[in-house]
C-alpha cells in the first residue's frame, strides 16, 4: 500500500509569489490534515479536510487556505507569500477522523 | 479540547543509557494516545500507539509506553539508547475527533 505522497519535496519561490501544494493521502484514507513546521513555532495544525469538507482550522492568516478532492487527494495553497512562511509543510492522512495519522514526508518551502 | 504537554524540549542522554521522554495529556473522554518520531527532513512516523487494553504499549526500535490515567502520562521509554535514536519526538493525543500534538522533544544520544 503506497503511502502519503507530497509533491513537490522542494519549492523555492519568492516573496509575494503564490504556491500550491498536493498531498495524495493513502488509499482509502478520507481524512487529510496539514501542519506547518518551523524551528521557532514547531509543528503547528493548520486544516483538516474530511470527504472534501474543512472541519478545522487553526490559526492562520486567510493567505492560508486549502481544498481536498472526491478523491482525498487535498491541495494547500498560500498567496502572497512572505519571509516567515518558509517552513517545512506536512500532510497527514487518516482512515478516520482522530486516528493513527500516517505522514508524508513533507513539502520544503523556501522563500526568498 | 483535548491537550497535550511533553515536558523538556530538550533531552540528551549517553549511549546505552535509559531514555525517558515525558508527556502529559489532558482529555475530557478516555484518549487514544501516540508517540512519533521525526528524522530531519523527514514526516512523521508513528512508534507506538494506546487506544485500549493494556496500559503497557510496545512500538517499534525497542520503545515502549506505558498509560497511566490517575497520572494522565504516557511517558515514552527505551532501556538503552542507540545513536540511531537521535532524533525529535511527538506525543500526540486524540479523542476520537481531532488529534493534537505536542511540542516535540529533541533527543541527543551522546557517545
Known amino acids: 500500500k503506497a503511502g502519503v505522497t507530497q509533491t513537490p519535496r522542494y519549492l523555492i519561490k519568492t516573496r509575494g509569489q503564490q504556491v500550491t501544494l498536493s498531498c495524495s493521502p493513502i488509499?482509502?484514507?478520507?481524512?487529510v490534515s496539514w501542519y506547518q513546521q518551523t524551528p521557532g513555532q514547531g509543528l503547528q495544525f493548520l486544516f483538516e479536510y474530511f470527504s472534501e469538507t474543512q472541519r478545522n482550522k487553526g490559526n492562520f492568516p486567510g493567505r492560508f487556505s486549502g481544498r481536498q478532492f472526491s478523491n482525498s487527494r487535498s491541495e494547500m495553497n498560500v498567496s502572497t507569500l512572505e519571509l516567515g512562511d518558509s517552513a517545512l509543510y506536512l500532510c497527514?492522512?487518516?482512515?478516520?477522523?482522530?486516528?493513527?495519522?500516517?505522514f508524508g514526508q513533507g513539502t520544503r518551502l523556501t522563500v526568498v | 479540547a483535548q491537550s497535550v504537554t511533553q515536558l523538556g524540549s530538550h533531552v540528551s542522554v549517553s549511549e546505552g543509557a535509559l531514555v525517558l521522554l515525558r508527556c502529559n495529556y489532558s482529555?475530557?473522554?478516555?484518549?487514544?494516545l501516540f508517540w512519533y518520531v521525526q528524522y530531519p527532513n523527514q514526516g512523521l512516523q508513528l512508534l507506538l500507539k494506546y487506544t485500549t487494553g493494556a496500559t503497557l504499549v510496545k512500538g517499534i526500535n525497542g520503545f515502549e509506553a506505558e498509560f497511566k490515567k490517575s497520572e494522565t502520562s504516557f511517558h515514552l521509554t527505551k532501556p538503552s539508547a542507540h545513536m540511531s535514536d537521535a532524533a525529535e519526538y511527538f506525543c500526540?493525543?486524540?479523542?476520537?475527533?481531532?488529534?493534537?500534538f505536542g511540542a516535540g522533544t529533541r533527543l541527543t544520544v551522546k557517545p
Open positions: 500526540a493525543v486524540s479523542d476520537r475527533d481531532d488529534m493534537r
Open positions: 482529555s475530557s473522554v478516555p484518549p487514544y
Open positions: 488509499s482509502g484514507h478520507r481524512s
Open positions: 497527514a492522512s487518516s482512515a478516520k477522523q482522530g486516528t493513527e495519522a500516517f
